[in-house]
């Protein structure tokens, strides 16, 4: 019998996935092999996941139910590897063109959850109009692709916790993702300056002064005024 060969772009795209699978466990620092059971269950079901306890029943996961409440409480993963991990398999640039990529808030309702922590109002816009209901805001960190496509690339969700100024954490999110940049090769000595495009809820003028020393293009956009660059 004559065995048949994987074509090369099968063989190529398996492998990039066994790396990124590989780099992902690396992610989790504590319950680690629960909590990458969890991601391919996950990743894995058939129909939208509503509690967490639904994981168990994937045949991807092969441990208790009560594991999946246990690794969620005790579990850890360190966000830095996991962003790194993620900035690393993002689109890449066209030539001669920036690395583009893009923060914005995006609010996360809990109404109903009394004993959750931190939460704050924060606000949710609908067809009848916006409201103000308690949860927790989140910034955003995806990498933008170039051409007519509107995927995007995730790369960081960070809450915003109560008393901390959204452009302190956009400053910290920006630096973060320069340094990934580098490590993983994206960005090269000779390639233009990343392209971060950020929406309204940042000051211009402290991104800039924190910023000053990075190789970094910003386009902050503020109501009532221009959008404004800085290269």
């Not at 409480?73 to 398999?89: E, F, M, T």
């Not at 067809?127 to 209901?133: A, E, F, N, Q, S």
Request: net charge negative; with cysteine; aromatic share 6%.
């Amino acid at each position: 019998m004559n065995s048949l060969q994987e074509p090369p772009s099968r063989v190529e795209s398996l492998s990039e996935i066994s790396r990124f699978r590989a780099g992902l466990h690396a992610c989790f620092t504590r319950r680690g092999d629960t909590l990458f059971e969890l991601a391919d269950a996950m990743l894995c079901a058939q129909g939208p996941v509503r509690s967490p306890v639904e994981l168990s029943l994937e045949p991807e996961f092969r441990r208790g139910h009560g594991s999946v409440y246990d690794a969620l409480a005790a579990g850890r993963i360190s966000q830095d590897r996991l962003r790194r991990l993620l900035v690393g398999v993002s689109a890449p640039a066209r030539a001669g063109e920036p690395l583009m990529f893009a923060i914005d808030t995006t609010p996360h309702a809990r109404p109903d959850a009394e004993y959750a922590d931190e939460r704050t109002m924060v606000q949710v816009r609908g067809k009848g109009g916006d409201r103000w209901l308690p949860g927790w805001p989140y910034s955003l960190v995806v990498g933008v692709q170039w051409g007519s496509s509107s995927w995007v690339d995730p790369i960081q969700a960070r809450r915003l916790r109560p008393g901390e100024e959204h452009t302190d954490v956009t400053i910290e999110q920006v630096t973060g993702l320069l340094a990934d940049v580098r490590a993983t090769g994206k960005q090269q000595p000779a390639d233009p300056p990343p392209l971060v495009m950020l929406d309204a809820g940042n000051y211009a003028t402290d991104l800039t002064h924190a910023l000053a020393d990075q190789n970094v293009q910003l386009l902050v956009n503020r109501p009532g005024f221009d959008a404004m660059p800085r290269s």
